[in-house]
């Protein structure tokens, strides 16, 4: 098939790529480089790169054409950078998607996978936490994220257009960098390697449920194979960690000391995060399958 990744030369979309390429597919890539890297394209020469932005109508009316499925994951991203920046979650993240859908309903596309974002749920009230869990996000990322996703399931009981919005719990992995907006793994990687301390905010008993990219590409390349599915999922390992434990998982896979300083918890993080990804595994058949002692030793490794 012809496929679109908006996004494609992100963390996540690069390994869409790679996925795509591998399975024998057409990739279009369809990036503004706003976080993306255009190097994380070259082991694949036979992408068809657009440097372009999915604000921009014609550009990503031309990019469509001919394609089966579009991965929407261009995007701004990340609580931090939503609040200093949230003109920019509602004209790319709101906007952007509304161009993709547009684009995908003229141009007769047969699926949308939208890249959503456990942001949308807010302050957590039960766990595991189910698609069903109220949706009251706290920042313009998550605000954006559900309306995003709201107007994908919209399309798709208007026009014959299949839309799935995947909302990914903390996912890490190979091409993830360190980045200034907060993700804990790569923060604690480049850290740990450069042997200074790292800093856990509160106790460290607060948990979260990391998914690898791995199985996050499965995720988007399953739910875009199953035909007659359009809802929105969970996507997460199912399985929750402290902070703390990770500190311990990143010592053994970095084969490093690893200095810890706490300092006060941080406003607005969730204490305990895990989702129910069951209603993935009857809909489309996700199996998270790389455990994170595995996908910490792969990231550590690639990091160096
Ligand atoms: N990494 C996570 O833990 C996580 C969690 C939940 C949801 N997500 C979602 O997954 C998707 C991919 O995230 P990621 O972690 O790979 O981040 P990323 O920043 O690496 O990828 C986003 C990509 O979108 C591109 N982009 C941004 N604005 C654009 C625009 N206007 N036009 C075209 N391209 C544009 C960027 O250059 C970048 O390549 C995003 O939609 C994000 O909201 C990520």
Excluded at 88 to 96: M, P, S, T
Excluded at 222 to 232: E, N, P, W, Y
Aim: aromatic share 8%; proline share 5%.
């Amino acid at each position: 098939m012809r496929a679109l990744v908006t996004g494609g030369a992100g963390f996540i979309g690069s390994n869409i790529v790679s996925h795509l390429i591998g399975e024998g597919h057409t990739v279009v890539v369809l990036d503004n480089l706003l976080s993306g890297y255009r190097q994380n394209l070259d082991p694949f020469p036979q992408v068809q790169f657009v440097q372009g932005d999915v604000r921009d109508a014609a550009v990503v009316e031309r990019a469509t054409k001919g394609v089966e499925v579009v991965f929407h994951l261009a995007a701004s991203v990340g609580n931090k950078r939503s609040i200093e920046h949230p003109i920019d979650d509602a004209e790319i993240n709101v906007l952007g998607t509304l161009r993709v859908l547009e684009a995908a309903r003229r141009n007769g596309i047969r699926k949308v996978v939208f890249s959503s974002s456990a942001g949308i749920f807010g302050e957590l009230k039960t766990i595991p936490i189910r698609e069903d869990h109220p949706v009251e996000p706290d920042s313009p990322y998550g605000a954006s994220k559900l309306g995003a996703e709201k107007l994908c399931l919209a399309y798709a009981k208007l026009y014959p257009l299949e839309c799935v919005g995947l909302r990914y719990f903390n996912v890490y992995g190979v091409n993830q960098r360190y980045d200034a907006y907060g993700n804990v793994i790569p923060i604690f990687a480049h850290l740990i390697l450069r042997g200074a301390p790292i800093t856990i905010f509160g106790d460290g008993e607060q948990t979260r449920d990391f998914v690898n990219v791995r199985d996050v590409v499965q995720a988007n390349y399953k739910a875009a194979m199953t035909r007659g599915v359009s809802d929105a999922f969970n996507i997460a390992s199912g399985t929750r960690i402290t902070i703390n434990q990770l500190a311990a998982l990143m010592r053994v896979a970095s084969g490093l000391p690893v200095q810890i300083e706490y300092s006060a918890p941080r406003k607005g993080d969730v204490r305990h995060s895990l989702a129910d990804i069951s209603a993935a595994a009857n809909a489309f058949g996700y199996p998270p399958t790389v455990d994170l002692h595995t996908g910490l030793c792969e990231y550590m490794a690639w990091v160096k």
